[in-house]
């Protein structure tokens, strides 16, 4: 068995002392004989799978009593449609479009209602946050949406916007327990698990409980809304039971290394030692502004594409894999989620210290 250390911006990484119990388990969960894949989501058993996967959620984000933790599907994508159906009461709502996610929620959004752009940074290929600390929010505004890590282009909100009061609905797909969260500064967050948390197929919405109503828009698919799925304690239907389970796994992961605040300590090691490389190098440079830097996600290019190109093949190679960047930017990005144990993160600077020497 050789293990790589993998970039992947999702699905992506995932801790291997988790991956090795659930080999573990794979034929007898604790004495069941069988699999968790091959259970009842009304079992027992299962139930208690569940039950303490939202615990430990709990716990780590310290999620006040007064919101649900609901483990829904359709990805982060059915998210950004069940947020209007469910939120847009007066039909307005305002989005701060930092990226490819947030511009696709936006555009989901406008079939609901007036949705209003109200920051924006497209001009610059969305390498920055804007100024969020005097938007011109809309007085009706039902929420005021952001997409807080943006996975692409490797920037993060490191201040929430100015909402005015109004709710704030956030996409914290790609930095979802990478460290701690004031949950109370939110209406909702939402995130898919396959970025920073376990494997695709599911989503984990944390909802304040008086947004949680039978007041959806007309025509709003039963299955779409929160409520249905607040009062089944995410059981309305078969849920996603095996991803449950896994993810339940990296929350006691997550527990044992510490914590969210000692995650948050090694995820800025681990981002600190990358990002002062690029800082230092003739070569390789970061692309986004420098007080925007995401922890988790860090693009990086060389200004050619051919010397990109030869770069990912390279690395590759090495056992350094999906590097490439996305479409949308072109060069190169190092997903560093927190199951990337520092020494990826090291050997990635190594093999970029050697590629430059070699290729100066
Ligand atoms: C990956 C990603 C999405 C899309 O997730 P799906 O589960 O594929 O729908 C949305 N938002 C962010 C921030 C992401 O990183």
Redesign the pocket.
Known sequence: MSRVYNFS??PAVLPEEVLKEAANEMLDYQGTGMSVMEMSHRSKIFEGILNEAEQDFRDLLKIPDNYKVLFLQG????QFAMVPMNLMKNRVADYIVTGQ?AKKAFKEAAIYGKANKIASSEDETFSYIPDCSDLPVSSDADYVYI?E???IYGTKFHKLPNTKGKILVS?V??CFLSEPMDVTQYGLVYG?V??NIGP?GM?IAIIREDLITEDTLPGTPTYMKYKIHAEANSLYNTPNAYCIYICGKVFKWIKNMGGLEAMKARNEKKAAILYDFLDSSQLFKGTVRKEDRSLMNVPFVTGSQEMDAKFVKEATKSGLVNLKGHRSVGGMRASIYNAMPLEGVKALVEFMKKFEEENR
């Not at 990805?75 to 059915?78: D, I, K, T």
Request: glycine share 16%; net charge neutral; hydrophobic share 30%.
């Open positions: 911006a999702g990805g982060a994508h059915l996610w997409c890590n943006n996975t996409d797909s790609s898919g396959q970025k695709a989503v």
